[in-house]
């Protein structure tokens, strides 16, 4: 039997097309008419109106603190419990990241601890530079009471909505919650164009300074004039067209995967120690990947002797993020007790959840976790 992965590029025949066709109009550099198409269908989909396409939501995330102005010496509150890149985007202005915990009810930004974090800045009389909340596994935050904070400090918000492409909190789409908000197209992402990102804002003018810098800064003259240090950022235009294909699926892709969580959540409910990523009432996330709880005295396994008696099985599954604050590259970051992003980490795992998956690889995924090897117990 074929090995089941984790979340493989979903493609089909329109995408295959589309990307042709690109190729036969000899748009091939980071510039051509499927770059411009890219940027407005994606932004009508946000329901923000200025969008910039971008080589990488690493890249979306760098240039998202450079237009806010952030820079040495300058702090940027971060959950603990994200990919790296969310923080090392913070490194690359030479500003630092502060590290906050997760909630339980949401595995995103603790808005209780955010409070606390602005709270203290402002006693201290310096404020971070920025905040940067982050849609984690498809799920977005908890912007009722993020957005108020921050508007209340002053302090900019950056979402990050790397996972989170066609989730909804309140009804209004992930990535419009910030002053600019960060999407990703990387291959494992619910839509991608192999590699990719899109930065989107409500400020026209911003996004605009954004294109600027992710083409080296170029001055809009004959000869090549910079008055500034720029980026090599922008997509190329035949990845646009791949992700315009992409785009017009986002709702299957979307439907497919909320179906992929339901069905493990019925399929496993039975089976002891296991328990899912909980879905807070007032949006509905992506279900990029399917996480569960694994308690490993109910289930006869901790996190990592599952993961990798899937692997055994031809499966593959991931823990989820390791805490930043864990992270030696992050070594110095800031960050207090992080207790619920440790239980997390300890426990959490993610399970196959690409749309392709047939019901026949659904079937494999549950009857390994049902079917827990007595010698390989914890």
Aim: charged share 20%.
């Amino acid at each position: 039997m074929s090995r089941i992965l984790l979340s493989p590029p979903h493609m089909g025949d329109i995408e295959r097309q589309m990307l042709l066709d690109a190729f036969d109009s000899n748009w091939i550099a980071p510039v051509g008419p499927d770059i411009d198409a890219f940027e407005r269908e994606f932004a009508e989909v946000v329901g923000v109106p200025h969008a910039a396409a971008l080589s990488s939501g690493t890249a979306g995330l760098h240039l998202a603190l450079r237009l806010l102005g952030v820079g040495p010496g300058d702090e940027v509150i971060v959950p603990t419990l994200t990919f790296i890149a969310t923080a090392a985007a913070v490194t690359y202005v030479g500003a630092k990241p502060v590290l906050l915990d997760s909630e339980l009810a949401t595995w995103n930004l603790d808005p209780d601890l955010l409070a606390e974090e602005l709270a203290a800045a402002a006693k201290r009389g310096k404020l971070p530079a920025a905040v940067i909340a982050v849609d984690l596994y498809g799920q977005c935050a908890d912007y009722d009471r993020i957005v108020p904070l921050c508007e209340e400090y002053g302090v900019p918000l950056i979402e990050d909505a790397a996972e989170a492409l066609g989730a909804t909190y309140r009804g209004r789409p992930a990535g419009s919650f910030g002053r600019i908000g960060v999407f990703s197209f990387n291959g494992n992402k619910i839509i991608t164009t192999s590699g990719g990102g899109m930065l989107v804002s409500r400020d026209g003018d911003l996004v605009a300074r954004a294109r600027n810098l992710a083409s080296q800064a170029r001055m809009p003259v004959v000869h090549y004039q910079h008055e500034e240090i720029g980026y090599n950022y922008r997509l190329s235009n035949l990845l646009a067209a791949l992700g315009r294909a992409q785009l017009r699926s986002l709702p299957d892709r979307v439907r497919r995967k909320r179906e992929i969580f339901a069905f493990y959540r019925g399929a496993l409910a039975d089976v002891p120690g296991i328990d899912f990523m909980p879905i807070d009432p007032a949006g509905e996330p992506t279900c990029w990947l399917t996480c569960i709880l694994v308690d490993p005295d109910e289930h006869g396994m901790d996190r990592e002797k599952l993961r990798l008696h899937l692997d055994d099985e031809g499966i593959e599954s991931r823990p989820v993020w390791k805490p930043l604050h864990r992270q030696p590259a992050l070594a110095d970051a800031r960050c207090e007790a992080a207790p619920v992003a440790e239980h997390l980490f300890a426990r959490g795992l993610c399970l196959p959840s690409g749309s392709s998956m047939t019901p026949a690889d659904l079937g494999r995924v549950v009857g390994a976790i049902g079917a827990v090897p007595k010698w390989k117990t914890c």
